[in-house]
């Protein structure tokens, strides 16, 4: 399993960017998919999450400028983010969460990250 992320870069505050990722390989279904961040210096934390059958969840600091949504068929998700700030700066990385063969296991797969900068 393969997940292959883009659209980050340089932005000014207030601006907006969005990022996109796609999984690859021997998938039969994924049940959770979205975006985790990590800032220099700290944990990596949940930015958009969307799970089979509910809606997103995303954290407190992102809510009403970041969207994200998955397209289950083509096993993609991308990630919309408007009226950035300085303080989104991080490493952004997609996330899939995939079944095993174990009830109620799942594996965690992770893309490169890409770099997303906004600046003052």
């Known amino acids: 399993v393969q997940l292959q992320a883009s659209g980050g870069g340089l932005v000014q505050a207030g601006e907006s960017l969005r990022l996109f990722c796609a999984a690859s390989?021997?998938?039969?279904?994924?049940?959770?998919m979205g975006w985790f961040r990590q800032a220099p210096g700290k944990q990596r934390e949940l930015v958009a999450l969307?799970?089979?059958?509910?809606?997103?969840r995303y954290a407190d600091s992102v809510k009403g400028r970041f969207s994200s949504s998955r397209e289950y068929a083509r096993k993609t998700t991308y990630l919309q983010m408007n009226s950035l700030k300085p303080e989104d700066t991080a490493v952004y990385y997609c996330?899939?969460?995939?079944?095993?063969?174990?009830?109620?296991?799942?594996?965690?797969?992770w893309g490169q990250g890409t770099q997303v900068t906004v600046s003052s």
């Open positions: 996330n899939a969460q995939i079944p095993t063969a174990v009830a109620g296991v799942h594996k965690y797969y």
């Open positions: 390989g021997d998938i039969t279904s994924i049940t959770v």
């Open positions: 969307t799970a089979d059958g509910e809606g997103t």
